[in-house]
């Protein structure tokens, strides 16, 4: 049972190249989000999706896009690189419901734009 | 507007002794607050999480311990050890719906010898 699978687990681009980050969960979660990390920052939102077919923006959305692909996946978009988007990148998924059910979290994307 | 506030940013403590990590919230709507354990490379991963039905939660050497008229809680580690040194992150949500968990910024603890 894998959990969350990030790939690639590093990048390197140039300004403004473009990529895609992929998320996979295999626990039959309805909620998906994508999280980046910086230094002091802690984890902030960028978007989500809370079940197949719908995405919402997050915290800070300006400069991507997501794809809920189907119920298990969830891709997170950079059209044009810039060095402000370097990070570190978190898929989560979470079953929402009655009881605690928490958010899994994926082992990170490290994105470096130079 | 930051709606969880966490306190301190870094901690050091010797080995045993019991580290307290703060944090206080704004939205009364949210019902559901989990503390989260980073390594470094790692995702974070769920440590304890406690509804603001009770007071307290202890699991093994971990205790969260909320305060809901002061809209406040915290994390205690008992006994720490060396291997307890990470960033923890606490969170909220609104654990009903399908609302994202908003966190904190983040506390380093040191466990030293």
């Known amino acids: 049972n894998a959990g969350v699978t990030q790939t690639p687990k590093f990048q390197v681009l140039k300004t403004g190249q473009s990529m895609t980050l992929q998320c996979a969960q295999d626990?039959?979660?309805?909620?998906m989000y994508w999280y980046r990390q910086d230094p002091g920052m802690g984890l902030r939102l960028i978007y989500y999706s809370a079940s197949e077919g719908t995405t919402d923006k997050g915290e800070v959305p300006n400069g991507y896009n997501v794809s809920r692909l189907n119920k298990r996946e969830f891709s997170l978009r950079l059209e044009s690189a810039a060095p402000s988007q370097t990070s570190v990148y978190f898929c989560?998924?979470?079953?929402?419901?009655?009881?605690?059910?928490?958010?899994?979290f994926g082992q990170g994307t490290r994105l470096t734009v130079v | 507007q930051q709606q969880v506030k966490q306190s301190p940013q870094s901690l050091i403590v010797q080995k045993g002794g019991i580290p307290i990590i703060n944090c206080a919230y704004e939205?009364?709507?949210?019902?559901?607050f989990p503390w989260y354990q980073q390594f470094p490379g790692k995702g974070p991963a769920l440590l304890i999480a406690?509804?603001?039905?009770?007071s307290e939660k202890k699991e093994g050497r971990f205790t969260i311990s909320f305060n809901k008229s002061a809209k406040q809680f915290s994390l205690h580690i008992m006994d720490s050890q060396p291997g307890d040194s990470a960033t923890y992150f606490c969170a909220a949500s609104r654990n009903s719906g399908n609302t994202p968990l908003v966190f904190g910024k983040g506390t380093r603890l040191s466990v030293i010898a």
């Open positions: 406690i509804r603001p039905d009770v």
């Open positions: 989560a998924s979470r079953f929402p419901g009655q009881g605690i059910f928490s958010a899994f």
């Open positions: 626990m039959n979660h309805n909620s």
């Open positions: 939205n009364t709507a949210f019902d559901y």
